[in-house]
């Protein structure tokens, strides 16, 4: 089994900052893709950054820019660093993560998710 667990949502003002972690935990082999994606109300699941193993990058037009991800290999973490944030990008964020597992089977995990609300 693998986890995934984040942290750090929350409450922020309009052009504020926020950091997002996410750990991934268990039995893993390597990790290839990391990412996050986000939900909002009454909305579809979109891609906001996703990063490869060997540190390419991806970001929704949307936050380019403004959010920057990245990842630290020897920990199975990527992080996602959340600048000039405006009201429209609350939502739920969820980590994602494409797994080899030890027993070389293919896995894609999902966190939990973390509130972030962007409001005067």
């Known amino acids: 089994q693998v986890q995934l667990v984040e942290s750090g949502g929350g409450s922020v003002q309009p052009g504020g900052s926020l950091r997002l972690s996410c750990a991934a935990s268990?039995?893993?082999?390597?990790?290839?893709?990391m990412g996050w994606y986000r939900q909002a109300p009454g909305k579809e699941r979109e891609l906001v950054a996703a990063?490869?193993?060997?540190?390419?990058?991806n970001y929704a037009d949307s936050v380019k820019g403004r959010f920057t991800v990245s990842r630290d290999n020897a920990k199975n973490t990527v992080y996602l660093q959340m600048n000039s944030l405006k009201p429209e990008d609350t939502a739920v964020y969820y980590c994602?993560?494409?797994?080899?597992?030890?027993?070389?089977?293919?896995?894609?995990?999902w966190g939990q998710g973390t509130l972030v609300t962007v409001s005067s």
């Open positions: 268990g039995s893993i082999f390597s990790i290839n893709a």
């Open positions: 994602n993560a494409k797994v080899i597992a030890t027993a070389r089977s293919h896995l894609e995990v």
């Open positions: 990063i490869t193993s060997g540190g390419r990058t």
